[in-house]
Antibody, heavy 123, light 106 residues
Framework: EVQLLESGGGLVQPGGSLRLSCAAS????????MSWVRQAPGKGPEWVSA????????YYADSVKGRFTISRDNSENTVYLHMKSLRAEDAAVYYC????????????????WGQGTLVSVSS | DVQMTQSPSTLSASVGDRVTITCRAS??????LAWYQQKPGKAPNLLIY???TLESGVPSRFSGSGSGTEFTLTISSLQPDDFATYYC????????FGQGTKVEIK
Protein backbone atom coordinates (compact mmCIF):
# COMPACT_ATOMS: atom_id res chain seq x y z
CA GLU A 1 0.00 0.00 0.00
CA VAL A 2 1.36 3.40 -0.99
CA GLN A 3 1.74 5.77 1.94
CA LEU A 4 3.03 9.34 2.07
CA LEU A 5 3.50 10.95 5.47
CA GLU A 6 4.36 14.63 5.73
CA SER A 7 5.84 16.34 8.78
CA GLY A 8 7.56 19.56 9.74
CA GLY A 9 4.75 22.09 9.48
CA GLY A 10 4.10 24.70 12.13
CA LEU A 11 3.91 28.39 12.94
CA VAL A 12 6.73 30.57 11.65
CA GLN A 13 7.26 34.32 11.55
CA PRO A 14 7.40 36.20 8.25
CA GLY A 15 10.92 35.92 6.86
CA GLY A 16 11.50 32.67 8.70
CA SER A 17 12.41 29.20 7.47
CA LEU A 18 10.96 25.72 7.73
CA ARG A 19 11.78 22.27 6.39
CA LEU A 20 9.03 19.85 5.44
CA SER A 21 9.60 16.11 5.09
CA CYS A 22 7.59 13.42 3.32
CA ALA A 23 8.31 9.78 4.10
CA ALA A 24 7.18 7.39 1.38
CA SER A 25 6.50 3.66 1.43
CA UNK A 26 4.77 0.99 -0.60
CA UNK A 27 6.42 1.69 -3.97
CA UNK A 28 9.88 1.93 -5.56
CA UNK A 29 10.50 5.50 -4.45
CA UNK A 30 13.55 6.20 -6.60
CA UNK A 31 11.59 5.49 -9.81
CA UNK A 32 9.04 8.25 -9.32
CA UNK A 33 9.05 12.01 -9.51
CA MET A 34 7.58 13.63 -6.41
CA SER A 35 5.91 16.99 -5.96
CA TRP A 36 4.83 19.37 -3.26
CA VAL A 37 1.38 20.91 -3.67
CA ARG A 38 -0.11 23.47 -1.30
CA GLN A 39 -3.65 24.58 -0.61
CA ALA A 40 -4.55 27.79 1.20
CA PRO A 41 -7.84 27.81 3.15
CA GLY A 42 -10.83 27.95 0.80
CA LYS A 43 -8.62 27.90 -2.32
CA GLY A 44 -7.76 25.37 -4.99
CA PRO A 45 -4.51 23.41 -4.87
CA GLU A 46 -1.34 25.05 -6.18
CA TRP A 47 1.63 23.03 -7.43
CA VAL A 48 4.81 24.25 -5.73
CA SER A 49 7.75 22.10 -6.75
CA ALA A 50 8.75 18.77 -8.27
CA UNK A 51 11.85 16.58 -8.29
CA UNK A 52 12.67 13.81 -10.74
CA UNK A 53 13.15 10.31 -9.40
CA UNK A 54 16.21 9.38 -11.39
CA UNK A 55 17.88 12.54 -12.73
CA UNK A 56 17.25 14.65 -9.65
CA UNK A 57 16.05 17.50 -11.83
CA UNK A 58 14.09 20.13 -9.89
CA TYR A 59 11.24 22.40 -10.92
CA TYR A 60 9.52 25.29 -9.16
CA ALA A 61 6.45 27.49 -9.45
CA ASP A 62 7.34 31.13 -10.07
CA SER A 63 5.76 32.04 -6.71
CA VAL A 64 8.44 30.15 -4.76
CA LYS A 65 11.45 30.17 -7.09
CA GLY A 66 14.58 31.29 -5.26
CA ARG A 67 12.99 30.80 -1.82
CA PHE A 68 12.10 27.09 -1.74
CA THR A 69 14.38 24.12 -2.43
CA ILE A 70 13.18 20.58 -3.06
CA SER A 71 15.46 17.60 -2.45
CA ARG A 72 15.19 13.87 -1.93
CA ASP A 73 17.05 11.04 -0.25
CA ASN A 74 16.32 7.84 -2.15
CA SER A 75 18.09 5.75 0.51
CA GLU A 76 15.60 7.04 3.09
CA ASN A 77 12.57 7.19 0.74
CA THR A 78 12.06 10.80 1.75
CA VAL A 79 11.46 14.06 -0.10
CA TYR A 80 12.05 17.44 1.50
CA LEU A 81 10.96 21.01 0.96
CA HIS A 82 13.23 23.67 2.41
CA MET A 83 11.35 26.96 2.68
CA LYS A 84 12.98 30.30 3.47
CA SER A 85 11.94 33.95 3.42
CA LEU A 86 8.41 32.83 4.21
CA ARG A 87 5.54 35.20 3.52
CA ALA A 88 1.96 35.39 4.73
CA GLU A 89 0.81 34.12 1.33
CA ASP A 90 2.83 30.90 1.81
CA ALA A 91 0.47 29.82 4.60
CA ALA A 92 -1.31 26.65 3.51
CA VAL A 93 -1.61 22.92 3.94
CA TYR A 94 1.36 21.38 2.13
CA TYR A 95 0.91 17.97 0.53
CA CYS A 96 3.49 15.73 -1.03
CA UNK A 97 2.24 13.82 -4.03
CA UNK A 98 3.47 10.98 -6.21
CA UNK A 99 3.39 11.20 -10.00
CA UNK A 100 1.28 8.49 -11.60
CA UNK A 101 3.91 7.33 -14.13
CA UNK A 102 7.56 6.43 -13.66
CA UNK A 103 8.96 6.98 -17.14
CA UNK A 104 11.36 9.89 -17.41
CA UNK A 105 9.58 12.88 -18.89
CA UNK A 106 6.12 11.32 -18.89
CA UNK A 107 3.12 13.61 -18.48
CA UNK A 108 1.00 12.53 -15.55
CA UNK A 109 -1.17 13.73 -12.66
CA UNK A 110 -0.72 12.73 -9.01
CA UNK A 111 -2.17 9.39 -8.01
CA UNK A 112 -1.23 9.41 -4.31
CA TRP A 113 -1.17 12.27 -1.83
CA GLY A 114 -0.18 12.52 1.81
CA GLN A 115 -2.48 13.82 4.52
CA GLY A 116 -0.83 17.24 4.49
CA THR A 117 1.04 19.39 7.00
CA LEU A 118 -0.10 22.89 7.95
CA VAL A 119 2.24 25.85 7.58
CA SER A 120 1.17 29.08 9.25
CA VAL A 121 3.06 32.35 8.73
CA SER A 122 2.33 35.05 11.25
CA SER A 123 4.06 37.40 13.66
CA ASP B 1 1.46 29.47 -17.79
CA VAL B 2 -1.69 27.50 -18.55
CA GLN B 3 -4.72 28.84 -16.67
CA MET B 4 -7.66 26.55 -15.86
CA THR B 5 -11.19 27.90 -15.42
CA GLN B 6 -14.00 25.78 -14.00
CA SER B 7 -17.74 26.40 -14.11
CA PRO B 8 -19.90 26.60 -12.19
CA SER B 9 -18.20 27.46 -8.89
CA THR B 10 -21.09 25.91 -6.95
CA LEU B 11 -23.68 23.43 -8.09
CA SER B 12 -26.80 22.44 -6.14
CA ALA B 13 -28.15 19.01 -6.99
CA SER B 14 -30.17 16.10 -5.63
CA VAL B 15 -29.34 12.43 -5.28
CA GLY B 16 -29.92 10.77 -8.64
CA ASP B 17 -29.28 13.91 -10.69
CA ARG B 18 -26.97 13.98 -13.69
CA VAL B 19 -24.26 16.54 -13.02
CA THR B 20 -21.84 18.16 -15.45
CA ILE B 21 -18.83 20.34 -14.62
CA THR B 22 -16.86 22.22 -17.27
CA CYS B 23 -13.17 23.08 -17.32
CA ARG B 24 -11.48 25.33 -19.88
CA ALA B 25 -7.75 25.70 -20.50
CA SER B 26 -6.17 28.99 -21.60
CA UNK B 27 -4.42 27.15 -24.43
CA UNK B 28 -4.56 23.66 -25.92
CA UNK B 29 -3.41 20.93 -23.55
CA UNK B 30 -4.26 17.95 -25.75
CA UNK B 31 -5.84 15.40 -23.41
CA UNK B 32 -3.47 16.03 -20.49
CA LEU B 33 -6.33 16.72 -18.10
CA ALA B 34 -7.22 15.14 -14.78
CA TRP B 35 -10.16 15.44 -12.40
CA TYR B 36 -9.97 15.15 -8.61
CA GLN B 37 -12.56 14.92 -5.84
CA GLN B 38 -11.81 16.53 -2.48
CA LYS B 39 -13.71 16.27 0.79
CA PRO B 40 -13.18 18.64 3.74
CA GLY B 41 -9.94 18.02 5.60
CA LYS B 42 -8.74 15.44 3.08
CA ALA B 43 -6.28 15.43 0.19
CA PRO B 44 -7.60 15.47 -3.38
CA ASN B 45 -8.40 12.03 -4.81
CA LEU B 46 -7.67 11.27 -8.47
CA LEU B 47 -10.79 10.29 -10.43
CA ILE B 48 -9.92 10.62 -14.12
CA TYR B 49 -6.75 11.23 -16.13
CA UNK B 50 -5.97 11.71 -19.82
CA UNK B 51 -9.34 13.47 -19.95
CA UNK B 52 -11.39 10.27 -19.98
CA THR B 53 -9.50 7.38 -18.33
CA LEU B 54 -11.07 6.27 -15.06
CA GLU B 55 -8.60 5.71 -12.24
CA SER B 56 -8.72 2.24 -10.71
CA GLY B 57 -11.47 1.86 -8.14
CA VAL B 58 -13.47 4.92 -9.23
CA PRO B 59 -17.19 4.19 -9.81
CA SER B 60 -18.34 4.08 -13.43
CA ARG B 61 -20.92 6.83 -12.83
CA PHE B 62 -17.98 9.22 -13.24
CA SER B 63 -16.89 10.01 -16.77
CA GLY B 64 -14.75 12.60 -18.50
CA SER B 65 -14.59 13.97 -22.02
CA GLY B 66 -12.99 16.68 -24.10
CA SER B 67 -9.68 17.64 -25.63
CA GLY B 68 -7.76 20.75 -26.53
CA THR B 69 -9.21 23.51 -24.35
CA GLU B 70 -12.63 22.30 -23.24
CA PHE B 71 -13.35 19.39 -20.92
CA THR B 72 -16.26 18.04 -18.90
CA LEU B 73 -16.71 15.82 -15.87
CA THR B 74 -20.07 14.07 -15.69
CA ILE B 75 -21.61 12.18 -12.79
CA SER B 76 -24.43 10.15 -14.30
CA SER B 77 -26.45 9.64 -11.11
CA LEU B 78 -25.31 11.63 -8.09
CA GLN B 79 -24.85 9.58 -4.92
CA PRO B 80 -24.67 10.82 -1.30
CA ASP B 81 -20.91 10.18 -1.23
CA ASP B 82 -20.40 12.46 -4.25
CA PHE B 83 -21.15 15.73 -2.45
CA ALA B 84 -17.68 17.27 -2.48
CA THR B 85 -15.48 19.76 -4.34
CA TYR B 86 -14.10 18.80 -7.75
CA TYR B 87 -10.96 20.17 -9.37
CA CYS B 88 -9.59 19.88 -12.86
CA UNK B 89 -5.82 19.86 -13.39
CA UNK B 90 -3.73 20.24 -16.52
CA UNK B 91 -0.39 18.46 -16.72
CA UNK B 92 0.67 19.46 -20.22
CA UNK B 93 3.07 22.05 -18.79
CA UNK B 94 3.90 21.46 -15.15
CA UNK B 95 0.63 21.31 -13.20
CA UNK B 96 -2.20 23.82 -12.78
CA PHE B 97 -5.52 23.35 -11.03
CA GLY B 98 -8.89 24.96 -11.59
CA GLN B 99 -10.50 26.93 -8.77
CA GLY B 100 -12.93 24.15 -7.96
CA THR B 101 -16.63 23.30 -8.20
CA LYS B 102 -18.48 22.56 -4.98
CA VAL B 103 -21.34 20.09 -5.44
CA GLU B 104 -23.82 20.66 -2.64
CA ILE B 105 -27.14 19.19 -1.63
CA LYS B 106 -30.14 20.96 -3.14
Amino acid sequence: EVQLLESGGGLVQPGGSLRLSCAASGFTFSNYAMSWVRQAPGKGPEWVSAISGTTGGTYYADSVKGRFTISRDNSENTVYLHMKSLRAEDAAVYYCAKKLCSSVGCSAPFDYWGQGTLVSVSS
Amino acid sequence: DVQMTQSPSTLSASVGDRVTITCRASRSIGNWLAWYQQKPGKAPNLLIYEASTLESGVPSRFSGSGSGTEFTLTISSLQPDDFATYYCQQYSSYWTFGQGTKVEIK
